[in-house]
């Protein structure tokens, strides 16, 4: 079995000076591809200004650029506008691998397929190819078109091996690299061999700087595919365990069970992790003389990472209601005020009992196969807690507000 290691959660210096080498170029290269990616259909300008405006590290324009400047490339600009080529065929395999691994975050922003569905993320892709095209025919090097269309051709070629190899979890480490020398360490050496071509060095340092590339890419590619296992969505930036194909059932239900009954809030006092009506796994006398390490008989229903569903059995004791209410630090004073007639009805009589709350909506979203609990809503509500249909939240009549014995202490600015 293979070890997952730990990687630092920073982008090692060697980036910030392979980028603050060639600051001012890549502002160039930035520019190069917001002119190249100018639309008259207004579609296609808004997708691609969402996807140039999602960022990135541009680190394989960085190596085209780095690599001409290592050569000592002074004459123009090529090394810029086959730059931005190169970040523009990254670009399109991102777009077409998201749609592929039906992946809705990347770069800590929403994909383009999941605002604007597959159909236009996929030609959004086709688009950003036949511009980098254009460009590599507006270069005018035969060898920088062999090797950028071929390179094209080999990502294309990986993405079909992976699609071939999808839910393998005994593949070959042959096939492994296979597939991510293909769709990742090829342009990363195409990168670094274009720099070697602007100069017209000698087949020696073009080799070189190719299987320099090559080993990056590989290197960053596992790397990457680490961090698919053990990192989070804030730093990773996209769903964990989606490169890596892990979701590969269809339907994975899971029973959740053994949630703790209480855990601590920030000042060191017992709070209720699900709510103070939960029926433990222990007697009242364990429960007093232990209660952080009581488990409680509260459940959760999750389907494929979602929770569709949660409930619990309820205490029917009033005696262990009582000393649920003491390990809360509540008195008997305010358990009476607040309490006091769930105590009497359980002592009277009250048969154990318990209940599952299902979310539907949750349901009708992955039966939908959304990602977005809003696509299912009946009446959903915008980002800012606005409801379309209705316009709430709205102004209300004074009137209203009397009834309800209500005053509004809004005062409109001038």
């Given at each position: 079995?293979?070890?997952v290691?730990?990687?630092?959660?920073?982008?090692?210096?060697?980036?910030?000076?392979?980028k603050?080498?060639?600051?001012?170029?890549?502002?160039?290269?930035?520019?190069k591809?917001?002119?190249?990616?100018?639309?008259?259909?207004?579609?296609?300008?808004?997708m691609?200004?969402?996807?140039?405006?999602?960022?990135?590290?541009?680190?394989?324009?960085?190596?085209?650029?780095?690599?001409?400047?290592?050569?000592?490339?002074?004459?123009?600009?090529?090394?810029i506008?086959?730059?931005a080529?190169?970040?523009?065929?990254?670009?399109?395999?991102?777009?077409?691998?998201?749609?592929?691994?039906?992946?809705?975050?990347?770069?800590g922003k929403?994909t383009?397929?999941?605002i604007w569905?597959?159909?236009?993320?996929?030609?959004?892709?086709?688009?950003?190819?036949?511009?980098?095209f254009?460009?590599?025919?507006d270069?005018?090097?035969?060898?920088?078109?062999k090797?950028l269309?071929?390179?094209?051709?080999?990502?294309?070629?990986?993405?079909?091996?992976?699609?071939?190899?999808?839910?393998?979890?005994?593949m070959?480490?042959?096939?492994?690299?296979?597939?991510?020398?293909?769709?990742?360490?090829?342009?990363?050496?195409?990168?670094?061999?274009?720099?070697?071509i602007?100069?017209?060095?000698?087949?020696?340092?073009?080799?070189?700087?190719?299987?320099?590339?090559?080993?990056?890419?590989?290197?960053?590619?596992?790397?990457?595919?680490?961090?698919d296992?053990?990192?989070?969505?804030?730093?990773?930036?996209k769903?964990?365990?989606?490169?890596?194909?892990?979701?590969?059932?269809q339907?994975?239900?899971?029973?959740?069970i053994?949630?703790?009954?209480?855990?601590?809030?920030?000042?060191g006092?017992?709070?209720?992790?699900?709510?103070?009506?939960?029926m433990?796994?222990?007697s009242?006398?364990?429960?007093?003389?232990?209660?952080?390490n009581?488990i409680?008989?509260?459940?959760?229903?999750?389907?494929?990472?979602?929770?569709?569903?949660?409930?619990?059995l309820?205490?029917?004791?009033?005696l262990?209601?009582?000393?649920?209410f003491?390990?809360?630090n509540?008195?008997?004073?305010?358990?009476?005020n607040?309490?006091?007639?769930?105590?009497?009805?359980?002592s009277?009589?009250?048969p154990?009992?318990?209940?599952?709350?299902?979310?539907?909506?949750?349901?009708v979203?992955l039966?939908?196969?959304t990602?977005?609990?809003?696509?299912?809503?009946?009446?959903?509500k915008?980002?800012?807690?606005?409801?379309?249909?209705?316009?709430?939240?709205?102004?209300?009549d004074?009137?209203?507000?009397?009834?309800?014995?209500?005053?509004?202490?809004?005062?409109?600015?001038?």
């Open positions: 079995m293979g070890t290691v730990q990687l630092r959660n920073q982008i090692n210096n060697s980036y910030y000076q392979l603050d080498s060639v600051d001012e170029k890549l502002v160039l290269v930035e520019e591809i917001k002119s190249k990616l100018l639309s008259e259909v207004d579609l296609v300008q808004k691609t200004e969402y996807h140039i405006d999602s960022g990135g590290k541009r680190l394989r324009a960085l190596l085209t650029l780095g690599s001409a400047k290592l050569c000592g490339y002074t004459k123009g600009g090529r090394d506008n086959l730059a080529c190169v970040e523009m065929i990254h670009g399109a395999t991102l777009m077409h691998d998201d749609v592929i691994d039906l992946g809705n975050i990347r770069r929403k383009l397929n999941s569905g597959n159909h236009s993320s996929v030609l959004i892709g086709d688009y950003l190819l036949s511009r980098c254009e460009m590599m025919v270069d005018g090097n035969i060898e920088v078109l090797l269309s071929s390179t094209s051709s080999k990502i294309a070629q990986g993405e079909v091996l992976q699609l071939q190899h999808k839910g393998e979890v005994d070959l480490e042959e096939t492994y690299f296979k597939i991510i020398t293909a769709k990742t360490a090829e342009l990363f050496s195409a990168a670094t061999k274009v720099g070697a602007l100069s017209n060095k000698e087949t020696k340092e073009k080799e070189a700087l190719e299987f320099y590339g090559k080993n990056l890419g590989l290197t960053f590619q596992i790397a990457d595919d680490t961090l296992y053990n990192s989070d969505l804030k730093f990773f930036g769903k964990i365990g989606k490169d890596l194909d892990l979701y590969t059932c339907w994975a239900p899971c029973w959740v053994d949630f703790p009954m209480f855990e601590k809030n920030k000042e006092n017992l709070t209720s992790l699900h709510h103070p009506f939960t433990p796994k222990s009242v006398e364990e429960l007093a003389s232990d209660p952080i009581i409680a008989e509260a459940y959760d229903i999750v389907l494929n990472g979602y929770e569709v569903g949660g409930g619990s309820r205490v029917h004791d009033p262990m209601q009582q000393s649920i003491k390990a809360l509540i008195s008997d004073e305010e358990a009476e607040k309490f006091g007639f769930l105590i009497k009805a359980l009277s009589g009250c154990p009992h318990g209940g599952i709350a299902f979310g539907l909506d949750r349901l979203m039966l939908t196969n990602s977005n609990i809003r696509d299912v809503i009946a009446f959903p915008t980002q800012s807690a606005s409801c379309l249909l209705t316009e709430a939240p709205n102004t209300v004074e009137n209203q507000l009397e009834e309800l014995f209500i005053e509004s202490t809004f005062k409109e600015q001038d």
